[in-house]
């Protein structure tokens, strides 16, 4: 009987142990998983949203200059030079816009800018600037009326894009903080763990020094 209840409680020990190890074993894979996802969050918050504002304030700037020569185009003195720089202007959008497609994009996201895309390709392709302005007859208002509506509804879907951006910024810095928020718990739970595990080693290192003493 006397036997017995040593080898009960040697099993008891060792079951919490091994408890106690795969629990520290499992919080480290789980802490291997937080770490990257939170890599992931900053990775995908550069690249595809501090990077990408980056595109939308450069596009916005080129289409600001677009939208001036088009609203004093009385004004130019050459009208092929204010062709070629609208020409200019609208490939490097659409280049910016390549670089955009190939960021990570939501389905909204994705929606904005093809339409934007179209509006620069297919509505302000400007290759003669006489549809807008011309000596005889001075400022084509409708023409002009027309490309200044479609260069608003690109500069709303810029702005929509940008909010994106920001909605997008959000949620990945909240995701990111219920990862550090889930690292300390598991952290704390660790701590308790490993005192537990010390708690124990101190108990069975005490017991066997008493059994040791009474042997002999």
Known sequence: MSNKKPKNSKL?????????????????????????????????????????????????????????????????SDYSDAVKEISDHELRILELVAEFEK??????????????????RDNLRIADYRLIYSESEGVNEKKVKEYNSYIERAISDLKKLSQIQMDEGSKLAMNSDKVVNRSKIWSQFEVAALLILMVIIYLLIYTSKNIRDELS
């Open 103 to 120: 960021t990570k994009l939501t389905a909204l996201e994705e929606e904005f800018l093809m339409d934007f895309k179209r509006i620069i």
């Open 12 to 76: 008891k020990v060792a079951i919490v142990l091994t408890f106690l190890i795969v629990v520290i074993f499992g919080k480290n894979l789980f802490e291997r998983k937080n770490f990257n996802e939170l890599g992931d969050s900053f990775i995908s918050f550069y690249e595809d949203r501090l990077v990408v504002e980056s595109y939308i304030f450069t596009i916005s700037e080129k289409l600001f200059r677009i939208k001036l020569l088009i609203n004093h185009c009385e004004f130019e």
